[in-house]
């Protein structure tokens, strides 16, 4: 049988990064065994449905290159892939259970009393209409009277399966709610219509969050009732932001959009977030996704939660910064250039030759540029650092020398000057570092810039460069 997984999003908002981490270990694990990915759009919470939210996770997954065979917009033989338009699926099975005896009339409502007499107290229903003879049920229904269908559980006993990632996982049954399936408006929880589903789309393992870890034994229960074969599971372990507490969708944690407003790439954010509860036999950091479905395997998943450190991230986006070719990099951080008041001051080109390699989210470009346009010298003694053995007096030799140099030149480009500032060092015997360092604070003001005094002067060009240096030396000579 050919392996089929599923990604079931709710549409509720935005794509929260624990979910793009279930669709990306679904579709990996999928690929890696030459199988299909499905998506399916679970959307029975009509209450928490936000208009947009389906576009929003298809143009996630596009972005991130996870493609799926089968979809609501790329339709197979076992659609439809959105679970409102298969109501009558639902009633037609729940009806079906009813008579197989899985699961019974309830019309307690929202008055159905709690059972108290259970171990540890846990309040659940108290199988009242289970017990109702058909006769009480005609009547209810003659009347009009409104009703649920719940799953009929056994009282007693204990229910066992296998997990590809946490082993052998047992239930009593004492534990577990006779859980509605159909709700009064007719329409399925997700506890029924996800098994619904996962039978008739023939999946064959189901990947999802560790809530679903105890629960899981009343779906099998379902598949028991009906005589199906059961899928195999795999539960992933929660995303944390710190050591007490999950990364939360409801609570407006971080999101895939909220990464890439920043300026992260869609393959890092994949390829960071695929490490979050994996890892590769080859303890490698940076993968591709075709390398991504090469490496993955159900062994190099954890038991433990993983932490979520941005921090990580943005070093990982830095690398996969670095290998973009100038163009594509001109290309992708054009939109942050336009945010930046000072981007359109100077050659964009330039500007992304220094910042290339010197950023590790495109969001830092606006900080960068404004580093080199907002020229103000607070602090006289950046002048002078021990390190470098530099004073006051080596940065006026330093700066008379570049600004007599830089006034004579033609040509003025990162070459020239490079070489420029070269002869000066050996012409005046200042250490390269003494000279260097002068220029970079005369023209910036300040001790740490996107570039070095090369870079930042070649962006400046030379009527500015020369207006700073000698605002400098100026203000060096007064002082």
């Given at each position: ?345 100077y050659d964009r080109i330039k500007l992304a030759t220094v910042l290339h390699q010197r950023v590790d989210i495109f969001d830092e470009i606006e900080e960068k540029i404004a580093l080199i346009e907002n020229f103000n010298i607070y602090n006289i003694e950046l002048f002078e650092r021990q390190k ?58 300040k001790e740490s810039t996107p570039g070095g005094a090369v870079e930042t002067a070649d962006i400046l060009g030379k009527s500015e460069s020369l207006r700073r240096l000698k605002f400098s030396l100026e203000l060096l000579n007064s002082n």
């Amino acid at each position: 049988m050919k392996m089929r997984t599923r990604f079931a999003p709710s549409p509720t908002g935005f794509m929260h990064i624990g979910n793009l981490r279930t669709a990306l270990y679904a579709y990996l694990f999928a690929k890696s065994n030459n199988g299909d990915f499905l998506i399916r759009i679970e959307d029975t919470d009509r209450e928490r449905f936000v208009p947009g939210a389906i576009e929003k996770i298809y143009s996630t997954l596009d972005a991130c290159g996870i493609v799926e065979d089968e979809s609501p917009r790329k339709p197979g033989a076992c659609g439809p892939y959105v679970q409102s338009e298969r109501k009558e699926i639902y009633l037609n099975y729940a009806k079906k259970l009813v008579e197989l005896g899985g699961a019974y009339l309830c019309f307690c409502g929202k008055k159905a009393a709690p059972n108290n007499d259970t171990a540890e107290n846990i309040q659940k229903y108290d199988k009242h209409c289970a017990s109702l003879s058909q006769s009480e049920i005609e009547a209810n229904l003659a009347k009009g009277q409104p009703y649920v269908i719940r799953q009929n559980i056994p009282l007693s006993g204990k229910t066992t399966y296998h997990d590809m990632v946490f082993g052998d996982i047992v239930v009593d049954c004492a534990d577990l709610e006779d859980n509605i399936l159909i709700k009064s408006d007719g329409m399925p929880t997700y506890n029924f219509a996800n098994v619904i589903d996962d039978h008739l789309m023939g999946i064959t393992h189901v990947i999802r969050g560790t809530e679903y870890l105890s629960s899981t034994p009343k779906y099998n229960l379902l598949y028991e009732s009906f005589g199906w074969k059961k899928p195999q599971y795999m539960h992933l372990t929660p995303i944390m932001k710190d050591e007490r507490h999950k990364l939360s969708k409801r609570d407006g944690d971080a999101n895939f959009e909220d990464f890439t407003s920043k300026g992260y790439l869609p393959s890092a954010i994949i390829n960071y977030i695929a490490l979050l509860g994996w890892s590769p036999k080859e303890n490698i950091e940076k993968m591709t996704m075709s390398e991504l479905i090469e490496l993955f395997s159900v062994d190099g998943l954890t038991k433990s939660a993983s932490i979520f450190d941005e921090t990580k991230m943005k070093w990982l986006n830095g690398q996969y910064i670095r290998e973009l070719s100038i163009e594509d990099f001109l290309k992708l951080s054009s939109p942050f250039f336009d945010k930046s008041q000072y981007g359109k001051s100077y050659d964009r080109i330039k500007l992304a030759t220094v910042l290339h390699q010197r950023v590790d989210i495109f969001d830092e470009i606006e900080e960068k540029i404004a580093l080199i346009e907002n020229f103000n010298i607070y602090n006289i003694e950046l002048f002078e650092r021990q390190k470098l053995k530099a004073t006051r007096e080596t940065a006026k030799i330093a700066l008379n020398s570049v600004i007599l140099a830089f006034s004579e030149l033609e040509a003025f480009d990162e070459t020239v000057i490079r070489d420029t500032l070269a002869s000066i060092t050996e012409q005046t015997a200042l250490k390269k570092g003494q000279v260097l360092w002068a220029v970079r604070v005369a023209l910036t003001g300040k001790e740490s810039t996107p570039g070095g005094a090369v870079e930042t002067a070649d962006i400046l060009g030379k009527s500015e460069s020369l207006r700073r240096l000698k605002f400098s030396l100026e203000l060096l000579n007064s002082n």
